[in-house]
């Protein structure tokens, strides 16, 4: 079991930015590729960013992309989401997830890839 907490999330302006933060406690936490995903009020939750296990590759949804960056330290079990530039439709709630086999499979968009999820926290822009 891998147990997934995340933080960092508030209320913003336009054109701000917030780092939130995800801590893993459980299974060794640099064996497991992460994901951030997102859920607007009404909508399915989305793809945002994933990140390898070793942290040397990551991938991002169009709709952030050259906006937020992902990283890990895996020392601290922890990974994160730089998010800049923050828009009004970035509101959501932001979810961190775990998966062995998403970067193996090339599938890491797919949240049926994700084993471990976290309870989500709050990301509002406000125009």
């Given at each position: 079991?891998?147990?997934?907490?995340?933080?960092?999330?508030?209320?913003?302006?336009?054109?701000?930015?917030?780092?939130?933060?995800?801590?893993?406690?459980?299974r060794t936490f640099?064996?497991?590729?992460?994901?951030?995903?997102?859920?607007?009020?009404?909508?399915?939750?989305?793809?945002?960013?994933a990140i390898s296990s070793s942290?040397?590759?990551?991938?991002?949804?169009?709709?952030?992309?050259?906006?937020?960056?992902?990283?890990?330290?895996?020392?601290?079990?922890?990974?994160?989401?730089?998010?800049?530039?923050?828009?009004?439709?970035?509101?959501?709630?932001?979810?961190?997830?775990?998966?062995?086999?998403?970067?193996?499979?090339?599938?890491?968009?797919?949240?049926?890839?994700?084993?471990?999820?976290?309870?989500?926290?709050?990301?509002?822009?406000?125009?």
């Open positions: 079991q891998v147990q997934l907490v995340e933080s960092g999330g508030g209320l913003v302006q336009a054109g701000g930015s917030l780092r939130l933060s995800c801590a893993a406690s459980g640099s064996n497991y590729a992460m994901g951030w995903f997102r859920q607007a009020p009404g909508k399915e939750r989305e793809f945002v960013a942290g040397g590759t990551t991938r991002y949804a169009d709709s952030v992309k050259g906006r937020d960056t992902i990283s890990r330290d895996n020392a601290k079990n922890t990974v994160y989401l730089q998010m800049n530039s923050l828009k009004p439709e970035d509101t959501a709630v932001y979810y961190c997830a775990a998966s062995t086999t998403a970067w193996v499979r090339l599938r890491v968009v797919l949240l049926g890839e994700y084993d471990y999820w976290g309870q989500g926290t709050q990301v509002t822009v406000s125009s």
